[in-house]
């Protein structure tokens, strides 16, 4: 399974970016879909969730800014992000958890996108 994400960049504070994420290979369908994001010396953090009843959740440091969204079909999951802040600088990754013939609720990764906001 491969997770492919793009959209990430520089950009100006108050801008916007989008950031894609495309699942392939055996994977099936998916449970949860997110992003993840770590800044340089911190934690990875969850930045968003959507199940795949399309309930969501965010980081309340994101509330209002970022949307989250998914379509099932592609197993594709997006994030806009508005207004973005010189915080919200970081490496991005797409989080899918995922099922298909021999696994179900794998947890996969994408290789990170980065996100650079100036001020």
């Known amino acids: 399974v491969q997770l492919q994400a793009s959209g990430g960049g520089l950009v100006q504070a108050g801008g916007s970016l989008s950031l894609s994420c495309a699942a392939s290979?055996?994977?099936?369908?998916?449970?949860?879909m997110g992003w993840y994001r770590q800044a340089p010396g911190k934690e990875r953090e969850l930045v968003a969730v959507?199940?795949?009843?399309?309930?969501?959740k965010y980081a309340d440091s994101v509330k209002g800014r970022f949307t989250i969204s998914r379509d099932n079909t592609k197993l594709t999951v997006d994030l806009q992000m508005n207004s973005l802040k010189p915080e919200d600088t970081a490496t991005y990754y797409c989080?899918?958890?995922?099922?298909?013939?021999?696994?179900?609720?794998?947890?996969?990764w994408g290789t990170g996108t980065l996100v650079t906001v100036s001020s």
């Open positions: 290979g055996s994977i099936e369908s998916a449970n949860d």
């Open positions: 959507i199940t795949s009843g399309g309930s969501t």
């Open positions: 989080n899918v958890e995922g099922n298909g013939r021999g696994f179900y609720g794998v947890d996969f």
